[in-house]
């Protein structure tokens, strides 16, 4: 067992493969995929069949995931960040342009914006919770912004509501990035229904709720969208009716720019057997966090409001300060508890830091960044496994 540091893209919380030889069986991470022969029977099927790729097991999941979270499209993609990337595309996201997202987010929430010229805005997040908080998008409007990306943190549904209201008020389009609320909650509706935003963004990298290998989904209820996302997804290609006719049956042409951000039939068959899962993964994450509830010591670590409306992609516990979290980290991972920080808030990045964002300008985000640690959360979880994660936290504390 070792306890060296973290990998980069660990930290920053896309990366983490979850361990898999005999040696390192007792080894925690803090996410992991749930696979099982279901699964690997329906890409089996997927991989034997005529389509590997833009068959009819993509629509099939489109399908599927809009259905469950109640939204009238869906439209599958290689991963988050492209989903992200071609809801920004489809809004017309360009230099000029000012869109506000949070600065406690994996970076890819606030990238897009750059990958289409425009500028990101952070707005900071409410103390206890780690969300954006309204009052502070609000402020954060000018006559250059167009859209607002919240994002559900650690699993729990932002204020849509009042974020969709700010957003009436000064004509702005809202894109959820809910990478980490698949299967939550919140009043009156699921998150990816749309009721409140134009789109909502998910990702199925394996530490999230479902997986599909890499890829990712846009949810909305706006046919222009879905039309616009579907061919920029395919290099932009189209085939209008009137020139196929003039030019011919093979007759596609671009409109405008599109990129490569198909997902394969194969993913996508594993997406639709992990869906059909979905409600026992989220019921049992929510099973495991209440467990972490009781059993941690809350004098010495402050824990996330219980929330019935959280689907718990993490459970992020807050210390005093940042040389307990440090601390209390190297132990956890000295004992093979590989627990992870997210995030590193998005305005420390040099690439960041470099367009004039500085530290010190979002204390809240800062401060519950430096507090902060992810405890292991994963379907597959057993009791044991977690109570050797509850220990290593009480004997740092030396609680017994
Ligand atoms: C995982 C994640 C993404 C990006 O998803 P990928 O599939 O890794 O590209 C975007 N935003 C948030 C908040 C995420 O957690």
Redesign the pocket.
């Known amino acids: 067992m070792t306890d060296r540091p973290p990998e980069p893209d660990v930290l920053t ?2 990366g983490s493969t979850p361990v898999g030889g005999n040696e390192e069986d007792h080894l925690l991470s803090y996410g992991r995929q749930t696979i099982d022969d279901e699964d690997v029977a329906a890409v089996e099927d997927a991989l034997r069949s005529d389509y590997l790729t833009t068959g009819p097991r993509v629509e099939e999941f489109e399908g599927r995931l809009a259905e469950t979270v109640g939204a009238r499209y869906g439209v599958a993609v290689s ?3 492209s989903a ?1 990337h071609l809801a920004c595309l489809a809004l017309g996201i360009e230099s000029g342009h000012e869109v506000v997202t949070s600065p406690l ?2 970076a ?2 606030a990238n897009c914006v750059r990958y289409c010229g425009g500028t990101v805005v952070f707005a900071d997040v409410c103390p206890g919770t780690g969300l954006i908080d309204p009052a502070e998008v609000e402020r954060a409007v000018t006559p250059r912004t167009r859209a607002i990306i919240p ?1 559900d943190y650690a699993g729990f549904p932002c204020d849509v509501e009042a974020i969709s209201s700010i957003a009436r008020r000064h004509d702005l389009w809202v894109v959820e ?1 809910a ?2 609320a698949l299967g939550a909650t919140y009043g009156g509706g699921t998150v990816g229904d749309c009721r409140h935003v134009d789109m909502a963004t998910f ?3 394996p530490v ?1 709720h479902i997986t599909t290998g ?1 890829g ?1 989904a846009i949810t909305t209820n706006t046919l222009a969208l879905y039309e616009r996302l579907k061919r920029l997804r395919n290099h932009g290609l189209s085939r209008p009716p009137e020139k196929v006719a003039a030019e011919g049956s093979w007759y596609q042409e671009i409109d405008e720019l599109g990129y490569n951000y198909r997902l394969t039939d194969f993913q996508c068959a594993l997406g639709t057997s992990q869906l059909r899962k979905l409600s026992r993964f989220v019921a049992k994450r929510r099973q495991l966090a209440e467990r972490y509830d009781q059993s941690l010591p809350g004098a010495h670590v402050e824990l996330p409001d219980p929330s019935e409306h959280s689907s718990y992609h993490l459970y992020v516990i807050k210390v005093a300060d940042a040389e307990t979290r440090r601390a209390l980290f190297d132990h956890l991972w000295g004992l093979g508890v590989r627990c992870q920080v997210h995030y590193v808030p998005v305005h420390w990045h040099a690439a960041y830091e470099r367009l004039g964002h500085e530290r010190g300008s979002y204390p809240n985000a800062e401060d519950y960044y430096a507090r902060i640690l992810s405890l292991p959360l994963y379907p597959s979880l057993d009791a044991e496994q977690q109570d050797r994660v509850v220990e290593g936290v009480r004997s740092f504390f030396g609680v017994k």
Do not use: I, N, Q, R
Request: charged residues 15%; negative net charge; hydrophobic residues 30%.
């Open positions: 919380g896309s991963s988050g960040t992200l987010t994996f890819a929430s994002v990035d990478a980490h990702s199925f990298h999230k890499e990712g």
